[in-house]
């Protein structure tokens, strides 16, 4: 099926418009992911550390 020439071009602007809205979303719900990581491995470390120096008697 051969599709005009100006129906294509709205197409591929509709897309890049779509593309341009969910991309900042996505950003931001993959930031918000990857810092939770980062916290866990972070208070991982504390409890590590906190173990080395005190024992694990006093830290649980």
């Given at each position: ?10 197409r ?9 809205e ?6 931001i ?32």
């Amino acid at each position: 099926m051969l599709v005009p020439l100006e129906a294509q071009e709205v197409r591929a602007q509709v897309r890049t418009v779509a593309e341009k809205e969910v991309a900042p979303r996505a950003a931001i719900y993959r930031d918000s992911k990857i810092g939770e990581i980062y916290e866990g491995t972070y208070e991982i470390q504390k409890r590590v550390i906190a173990r080395q120096i005190f024992g694990r008697d006093m830290t649980g």
